[in-house]
């Protein structure tokens, strides 16, 4: 499984563009790079995955460049509601492998 | 919007009882799941669950833990004899099996405390 790296946390004010880097620099072909997002006492929560461009959905949008070692997590225009923690994954369930590993992901406070 | 529903949302015990935590995985998905989560720490994988038997399971899940699908609907996991370090919240998920993506939708959790 690929190793992510993210920032711990990162703070913003409502109203405002988010961006949260993940870098997967040894990221396989096969893989995939997929965002969930967690409230506190609650599950992860899927956002959004992406194999390589640009994603977008009624949430956020996914950037990929072209060699794939690291992504980038849109939220436009944060509110309140949107302080959680994001965790970034990569992997291949074509690998035989169906668990996810989640790592220690960004702590997003969004500040009014 | 389908969803994983889990009960009970929280399940205290004593130490050494059995605890069951009982999921409803989404109605078309085939592969389930159980994680759990220790107060502050990561969100770590326990099993998987596919076509009646385990698929996979980390050195967490050792013979203190069990799944079983009982019927068409319920996922359950059991924990035999437990500890005060099994306090954590117990997260269910399931996936379709699509592969190269598998996208899991997890429930809300059972919080587990063992006095």
């Known amino acids: 499984l690929a190793k992510t790296t993210q920032p711990i946390s990162m703070d913003s004010y409502e109203g405002q563009e988010v961006n949260i880097t993940c870098s997967h620099n040894?990221?396989?072909?096969?893989?995939?790079i997929t965002w969930y997002q967690q409230f506190p006492s609650q599950g992860p929560r899927f956002i959004i995955q992406?194999?390589?461009t640009k994603v977008t959905n009624e949430v956020a949008s996914l950037f990929i460049p072209a060699d794939r070692k690291s992504s980038t997590l849109s939220l436009p225009r944060v509110s309140l509601s949107d302080t959680a923690v994001y965790y970034c994954l990569v992997g291949d369930s074509g690998a035989g492998s169906y668990q996810l590993t989640f790592g220690k992901g960004t702590k997003l406070s969004v500040i009014p | 919007e389908p969803e994983v529903t889990q009960t009970p949302s929280h399940q205290v015990t004593q130490m050494g009882q059995e605890v069951i935590l009982r999921c409803v995985p989404i109605?078309?998905?085939?592969?389930f799941y159980w994680y759990r989560q220790i107060l502050g720490q990561k969100v770590e994988f326990l099993v998987s669950f596919y076509n009646n038997e385990i698929s996979e399971k980390s050195e967490i899940f050792d013979d203190q833990f069990s799944v079983e699908r009982p019927d068409g609907s319920n996922f359950t996991l059991k924990i035999r004899s437990t500890k005060l370090e099994d306090s954590a919240m117990y997260f269910c998920?399931?996936?379709?099996?699509?592969?190269?993506?598998?996208?899991?939708?997890f429930g809300a959790g059972t919080r587990l405390s063992v006095l």
């Open positions: 998920a399931s996936s379709e099996l699509i592969r190269a993506k598998n996208i899991q939708y």
């Open positions: 992406g194999y390589k």
């Open positions: 040894n990221i396989a072909t096969n893989d995939y």
């Open positions: 109605s078309n998905h085939l592969y």
